[in-house]
């Protein structure tokens, strides 16, 4: 399984971004996605995932309210839409995939760097 993360850049305080992250899957449907990103010296931060019973997902305190988790099966692929960001936003953006039954990820996309400027 290959995740190709996409989408990432460098705006300013307050802009969005929608990051994208295909997956080479047979059925994404199969799968529970994560976004995770991570600053140089600092450890890999959650930042959103799905809520696999029910409706809903779950999310990091800092981005509440402002980032949107979502999915594209038929495209296969994975959406993390980020509004009103922050300078405190950059990093380097991960998607990954688990199987529900598991809380580990199993599967992790390269990364793609986001720079909110301020």
């Known amino acids: 399984v290959q995740l190709q993360a996409s989408g990432g850049g460098l705006v300013q305080a307050g802009a969005s971004l929608n990051l994208s992250c295909t997956a080479s899957?047979?059925?994404?449907?199969?799968?529970?996605q994560g976004w995770f990103r991570q600053t140089p010296g600092k450890e890999r931060e959650f930042v959103a995932s799905?809520?696999?019973?029910?409706?809903?997902?779950f999310y990091g305190e800092s981005v509440e309210g402002r980032f949107t988790i979502s999915r594209d099966n038929a495209k296969n692929t994975l959406y993390l839409q980020m509004n009103d960001l922050k300078p405190e936003d950059t990093g380097v953006y991960y998607c990954?995939?688990?199987?529900?039954?598991?809380?580990?990820?199993?599967?992790w996309g390269q990364g793609t760097q986001v720079t909110v400027s301020s």
């Open positions: 990954a995939l688990r199987y529900p039954a598991n809380q580990n990820y199993l599967y």
């Open positions: 899957v047979r059925t994404l449907s199969t799968f529970a």
């Open positions: 799905e809520r696999w019973s029910g409706s809903g997902a």
